[in-house]
């Protein structure tokens, strides 16, 4: 089955306390991307990479780090955490490279709770 | 700047009624992309529609139907005899091929039975 996986799903940790967030994904797709979803902000877009070891940030990189090592794997990074990272985070990916934009597929979720 | 707007916060219908989702986008591109996506209280992302700049056409599929004017950069979605199952939170998004993408704080729908 096609899908973007996430885990965890649910993560409450505390301030200061590094944690990863992974996200993979089967399709073999190029772009793959980072969101977090805050009430009455929408979807803000964190990280995104357009291909294996090419990573640009979104509009809100800070407080966070990427990496692309395989095509099939995006894991976010939260070096520090603080509780203003308390957030919904979605990975998404799509075959879009710069010639297009596909549609994403999202994964499920992982809700982060920093005290 | 890349920025969309959906004015709409909340809107509540009782069902049966049509319900348009009005959708504002700013671009200096003349290539670009948006995207409907739906997010039901389960909460998974749900593509509904991709739309590209040359592309003006109008889209009707089933119950929904999609407005696209660029005159207006207005990317209009709007759900015909509304039923409970429309009841979500919707997004508008836009994207110049493969980079970032600009997501609109969504407007959350509600099907009143």
């Known amino acids: 089955e096609a899908q973007v996986t996430q885990n965890p799903r649910y993560l409450i940790t505390v301030t200061g306390k590094k944690l990863t967030v992974t996200c993979s994904q089967n399709m073999n797709h190029e772009y793959m991307s980072w969101y977090r979803q805050d009430p009455g902000l929408g979807l803000r877009q964190i990280y995104y990479?357009?291909?294996?070891?090419?990573?640009d940030k979104g509009d809100v990189p800070e407080g966070y780090k990427v990496s692309r090592k395989e095509k099939r794997n995006f894991p976010l990074i939260l070096e520090s955490p603080s509780p203003n990272q308390t957030s919904l985070y979605f990975c998404a990916s799509s075959t879009g490279t710069s010639g297009s934009a596909d549609t994403q597929y999202f994964g499920p979720g992982t809700r982060l709770t920093v005290l | 700047a890349q920025k969309v707007t959906q004015a709409q916060t909340e809107i509540s219908v009782v069902e049966k009624e049509d319900v348009t989702l009005d959708c504002v986008y700013e671009t200096r591109d003349t290539t670009y992309y948006l995207f409907w996506y739906k997010q039901p209280p389960s909460g998974e992302l749900v593509f509904l529609i991709r739309?590209?700049?040359?592309?003006?056409q109008n889209e009707i599929s089933g119950r929904y139907s999609w407005n696209f004017q660029k005159s207006t950069s207005s990317f209009n979605f709007t759900i015909t005899a509304s039923q409970v199952v429309d009841s979500a939170v919707y997004f508008c998004a836009l994207n110049k091929a493969g980079n970032q993408f600009y997501f609109g704080t969504g407007t959350s729908l509600t099907v009143i039975p």
């Open positions: 739309r590209n700049s040359f592309d003006e």
């Open positions: 990479s357009m291909n294996v070891e090419v990573t």
